[in-house]
Antibody
Framework: QVQLVESGGGLVKPGGSLKLSCAASGFTFSDYYMSWIRQTPGKGLEWVSFISSSSSYTNYADSVKGRFTISRDNAKNSLYLQMNTLRADDTAVYYCATYRYPQKDFDYWGQGTLVTVS | QSVLTQPASVSGSPGQSITISCTGSSSDVGGYNLVSWYQQHPGKAPQLMIYEVSKRPSGVSNRFSGSKSGNTASLTISGLQAEDEADYYC??????????FGGGTKLTVL
């Protein structure tokens, strides 16, 4: 079955960097767009970024544009999020999810990895 | 980017029906039939319940239904069950390859 496992979260100081990874299995990773979505503690969800299946197209929320970079390695069935110049308001659980481009929805989600900026 | 407006909480008794609204604008909910709904139990990842306003993924109970009128999308749960108690989030495409979520609604089954 579809499995998405995030890793790389942790405690980082303001201004620091962190790289998240998401290992995918149970489906043909290279066929899917992928996305990162975050959830601040006790609050709601915020779409962060998505990447096309071949990496040719990416997009970002205004709140992270210029600081975060999404990438993928289809040979390794892996999705990444490089986060630079981190701020306290980036503190959240970060989920990776499959992004169905025509329908504009997220049909499979990982369990998330917590990033704390303090 | 705008945040879609949802009620903070709704409640209902087992067997009843409840509706959660998601109000946006003509730039998001009203402009596209690309609204999705997600259920999230405490400590768990969100799960897709409705896509493209009213379509159900396979495996989702037909007690869950979606609709839209103007700039407001709605999720209706009929025959409420204890297991439906969770947080629910709407999400809409807003153009330019950007998506926004609602603030979430906590459903309590009395």
């Amino acid at each position: 079955q579809v499995q998405l496992v995030e890793s790389g979260g942790g405690l980082v100081k303001p201004g620091g960097s962190l790289k998240l990874s998401c290992a995918a299995s149970g489906f043909t990773f290279s066929d899917y767009y992928m996305s990162w979505i975050r959830q601040t503690p006790g609050k709601g969800l915020e779409w962060v970024s998505f990447i096309s299946s071949s990496s040719s197209y990416t997009n970002y929320a205004d709140s992270v544009k210029g600081r975060f970079t999404i990438s993928r390695d289809n040979a390794k069935n892996s999705l990444y999020l490089q986060m630079n110049t981190l701020r306290a308001d980036d503190t959240a659980v970060y989920y990776c999810a499959t992004y169905r481009y025509p329908q504009k929805d997220f049909d499979y989600w990982g369990q998330g990895t917590l990033v704390t900026v303090s | 980017q705008s945040v879609l407006t949802q009620p903070a909480s709704v409640s209902g008794s087992p067997g009843q029906s409840i509706t959660i609204s998601c109000t946006g604008s003509s730039s998001d909910v009203g402009g596209y039939n690309l609204v999705s709904w997600y259920q999230q139990h405490p400590g768990k990842a969100p799960q897709l319940m409705i896509y493209e306003v009213s379509k159900r993924p396979s495996g989702v109970s037909n007690r869950f239904s979606g609709s839209k009128s103007g700039n407001t999308a709605s999720l209706t749960i009929s025959g409420l069950q204890a297991e439906d108690e969770a947080d629910y989030y709407c999400c809409s495409y807003v153009g330019s390859s950007i998506l926004v979520f609602g603030g979430g609604t906590k459903l309590t089954v009395l």
